[in-house]
């Protein structure tokens, strides 16, 4: 079963965010919860500097991935085989938890008349990071992205990770895994170019 893509509108969670005094006022009262004292020396500054930390963190939600893969490029000289970037590293936050999720990306596509230039596809790999994810989502994003904008034959994507909500908390399982996997066209439908983009992801 294909994953079900939501992508939110901006303009609603603009329209509700709080204010960075909002903000900070919700994290001393977290640290107080923890059972810390936020007026303490140590910890007078730190609203501010988790407040700001997160305006980076979770910069995905203010970039479009439409604007990076905006821009593509025809002059192929005919090429149309797989163009493959792989071991992307990224960092995002499951939004379970709210715990860094840590892995590298491999994303492919295959050319239909124009490609991408290479930073663009780790870009929509950052966006998409940068935002509070499930694995599973994020990898059908990332395809997603892809496929409506470039309009390839086809697009692969493999994401590895570790969530540190099994490693930090719960089974405490440090060290596990998770691969996920979306393909979509050409990839979807021919085992045999799967079987070639898990090869290539794979070799070294």
Same mark, same amino acid.
């Given at each position: 079963?294909?994953?079900?893509?939501?992508?939110?509108?901006?303009?609603?969670?603009? #329209?509700?965010?709080?204010?960075?005094?909002?903000?900070?006022?919700?994290?001393?009262?977290?640290?107080?919860?923890?059972?810390?004292?936020?007026?303490?020396?140590?910890?007078?500054?730190?609203?501010?500097?988790? *407040?700001?930390?997160?305006?980076?963190?979770?910069?995905?939600?203010?970039?479009?991935?439409?604007?990076?893969?905006?821009?593509?490029?025809?002059?192929?000289?005919?090429?149309?085989?797989?163009?493959?970037?792989?071991?992307?590293?990224?960092?995002?936050?499951?939004?379970?938890?709210?715990?860094?999720?840590?892995?590298?990306?491999?994303? *492919?596509?295959?050319?239909?008349?124009?490609?991408?230039?290479?930073?663009?596809?780790?870009?929509?790999?950052?966006?998409?990071?940068?935002?509070?994810?499930?694995?599973?989502?994020?990898?059908?994003?990332?395809?997603?992205?892809?496929?409506?904008?470039?309009?390839?034959?086809?697009? #692969?994507?493999?994401?590895?990770?570790?969530?540190?909500?099994?490693?930090?908390?719960?089974?405490?399982?440090?060290?596990?895994?998770?691969?996920?996997?979306?393909?979509?066209?050409?990839?979807?439908?021919?085992?045999?170019?799967? #079987?070639?983009?898990?090869?290539?992801?794979?070799?070294?």
């Amino acid at each position: 079963m294909d994953a079900i893509v939501k992508n939110f509108p901006q303009t609603s969670r603009d #329209a509700e965010r709080p204010s960075q005094k909002e903000a900070e006022d919700a994290i001393r009262v977290l640290l107080r919860w923890a059972g810390d004292d936020p007026s303490r020396e140590g910890l007078i500054d730190t609203p501010t500097r988790v *407040a700001k930390a997160y305006r980076e963190l979770f910069a995905g939600y203010e970039m479009d991935p439409e604007d990076v893969l905006g821009r593509t490029f025809e002059e192929v000289a005919g090429y149309d085989d797989m163009v493959l970037v792989k071991d992307i590293p990224f960092y995002s936050h499951c939004e379970h938890h709210m715990v860094p999720i840590i892995g590298k990306a491999h994303v *492919a596509y295959m050319p239909d008349g124009k490609v991408l230039g290479l930073s663009k596809i780790a870009r929509v790999v950052e966006i998409y990071g940068r935002r509070l994810q499930t694995q599973e989502t994020m990898t059908a994003q990332i395809a997603k992205a892809i496929d409506d904008t470039l309009a390839p034959r086809g697009v #692969a994507v493999m994401l590895e990770a570790e969530h540190m909500c099994m490693a930090m908390r719960g089974v405490q399982k440090q060290g596990s895994t998770t691969l996920t996997t979306t393909f979509t066209g050409i990839f979807k439908a021919e085992p045999a170019e799967q #079987a070639r983009f898990m090869t290539m992801v794979r070799s070294r």
